[in-house]
């Protein structure tokens, strides 16, 4: 998680309840910046090269969940990214650096 800078600290137990308890940090704070990270990030294909049919399959799963709010990930190039379904790449990618820090 540090990739997608998200502060966690795991102690002696599970790192589940720790993922979930950072993830709906970042979420009641609002952060947009590291909330698209994360699911960026989560359908990164170089974790699935070995396997394009699961991630796919992972695709699909999020984007189910992503379009009641509108959103939808998208091949850009080698990446995913983040956007608005029926938006071309270019306006993606514009979107995508607009969240960027510089």
Do not use: W
């Not at 137990?13 to 990270?37: D, H, M």
């Not at 294909?45 to 939808?72: K, T, W």
């Not at 938006?87 to 993606?92: M, P």
Request: glycine share 8%.
């Amino acid at each position: 998680m540090r990739g997608c800078n998200v502060s966690m600290s795991v102690g002696t137990g599970s790192r589940l309840p720790t993922l979930v308890e950072a993830l709906e940090r970042a979420n009641r704070e609002g952060n947009q910046t590291i909330l698209r990270s994360i699911v960026e990030r989560a359908a990164d294909p170089r974790d699935f090269l070995d396997d394009p049919d699961r991630h796919r399959a992972v695709i699909d799963y999020l984007n189910a969940r992503l379009s009641y709010d509108g959103l939808e990930l998208q091949r850009v190039g080698s990446a995913v990214r983040l956007g608005t379904p029926g938006r071309s790449s270019s306006v993606v990618d514009a979107l995508a650096s607009k969240g960027r820090v510089k």
